[in-house]
């Protein structure tokens, strides 16, 4: 069965440093999310990206935050200056149609 | 604001014992019903999902979940757990508006299952 992949498994930053998680969807969807998980919290919507452009955000997904789809297969998400509470998990998902969202197995982001 | 409540945090039973795991959303549209599941080290995994129809939904591994409108509720049920159902679920809603779907998560109950 088709998955969504990402990359790397487990980041660590410095703090004011970007970094970039990247994300393989699975090939034939076209919705695209990432999500995220605080230690000992739920899990949070950040943004939605369809047909090239951002559909919706959440008011986490500030200036700092920016996703972009380079080419036919990746979908990343970037975070500028990272701060010590960007530190999560952070989850890809894709979809097609009506069907439920596919997630990937996520990035734990650490952030010193 | 569209939100999911899960009322048990952390639930420990014994095999074979039967389980119920509460969930109630907040939002008075149409609305898609779903368990995810996420095994230690793992990814999250759909359990099973109520788009519409019978409201008494079967998923993977023997669950099941009722979803009763009148109760806003989408209850998670097993009559029989195993060992290998210690995980923690998380019950999500998307309201069909707008068209992009994105999830809201409960908080996530943490299942433990001892031999």
């Known amino acids: 069965e088709p998955e969504v992949t990402q990359t790397p498994s487990h980041q660590v930053t410095q703090m004011g440093q970007e970094v970039i998680l990247r994300c393989v969807p699975i090939s034939n969807h076209l919705y695209f999310y990432w999500y995220r998980q605080i230690l000992g919290q739920k899990v949070e919507f950040l943004v939605s990206f369809y047909n090239n452009e951002i559909s919706e955000k959440s008011e986490i997904f500030d200036d700092q935050f920016s996703v972009e789809r380079p080419d036919g297969s990746n979908f990343t998400l970037k975070i500028r200056s990272t701060k010590l509470e960007d530190s999560a998990m952070y989850f890809c998902a894709s979809r097609t149609g009506d069907q439920p969202q596919h997630f990937g197995d996520g990035t734990r982001l650490s952030i010193l | ?115």
């Open chain 2, 1 to 115: 604001a569209q939100s999911v409540s899960q009322h048990n945090h952390h639930v420990i039973l014994s095999e074979a014992a039967s389980l119920e795991l509460g969930c109630n959303y907040s939002y008075g549209g149409t609305v898609n019903l779903f368990w995810y599941v996420q095994y230690p080290g793992q990814h999250l995994q759909l359990l099973l999902k109520y788009f519409s129809g019978d409201p008494l939904v079967k998923g993977i591994k023997g669950f099941e979940a009722e979803f009763i409108k009148s109760k806003f509720s989408f209850n998670l049920r097993k009559p029989s757990v195993q060992w290998s159902d210690t995980a923690e679920y998380f019950c999500a809603v998307n309201a069909l508006s707008g068209g992009y779907n994105k999830l809201i998560f409960g908080a996530g109950t943490r299942l433990a299952v001892h031999p």
